[in-house]
């Protein structure tokens, strides 16, 4: 399954899974605080700098931001149609804030670590019967598979690009469903054949 963390070592990289996933929780919670457009211009700004500041790590991910912004254009002009500007302006700033902050966890933090700080937050869980570790790699493969499939609809465009000179839109939808279905097969049958019942 493809990755988008970046073996080109930042600054971030050293920053340690268990602080940089609290920093998401709380700027990624203040981001709701505020309604101000300009205070959240001002956040996006910062998140921009921090995406920036990763220097090369961010190529496997650049795609993924340019989908972002196109989404957060469609939701500004949705609202826009709605009388409602300032309101569509306010939540394409959330929404290219929160996913700075969460591609550049992706790009700079391993699975693995996720995984672990993932199972000690829930591991009081274990006290009313819930497996902590099971339902931690149930969020680890969730954001894995988020991240796998746009890994693939990238791969998926790139090759009919190549082939057409055009981007694929709505047609890739087809063969990245079965793309998709098939790695979560493949994933699950491994899953079977390791865990215990």
């Not at 912004?69 to 700033?93: C, D, E, K, N, R």
């Not at 929160?98 to 996720?114: C, E, F, V, W, Y």
Request: proline fraction near 4%; charge should be positive; charged fraction near 15%.
């Amino acid at each position: 399954m493809g990755s988008f963390y970046s073996d080109h070592r930042t600054w971030l990289h050293a920053v340690s899974a268990p602080l940089k996933l609290l920093l998401l929780a709380v700027f990624g919670t203040a981001l709701y605080v505020f309604n101000s457009a300009v205070v959240l211009l001002a956040c996006a700004a910062l998140c921009l700098g921090l995406f920036a500041s990763l220097g090369r790590a961010t190529l496997p991910a650049r795609k993924l931001l340019i989908m972002v912004v196109a989404v957060g254009l469609l939701i500004t002009a949705f609202h826009a149609y709605l009388q409602q500007p300032l309101l569509g302006v306010v939540s394409a700033l959330r929404l290219l804030s929160a996913s700075l902050l969460g591609i550049s966890l992706m790009l700079t933090t391993r699975a693995n670590d996720l995984l672990d700080v993932l199972e000690s937050l829930l591991s009081p869980l274990n006290r009313f019967g819930v497996k902590s570790s099971a339902l931690a790699l149930q969020v680890a493969l969730m954001l894995r598979f988020t991240e796998h499939f746009f890994i693939q609809w990238k791969r998926l465009d790139d090759a009919h690009r190549v082939r057409t000179g055009k981007s694929g839109g709505f047609k890739l939808l087809a063969p990245l469903t079965i793309r998709m279905l098939t790695s979560a097969q493949r994933v699950a049958d491994a899953l079977e054949l390791r865990l215990p019942p």
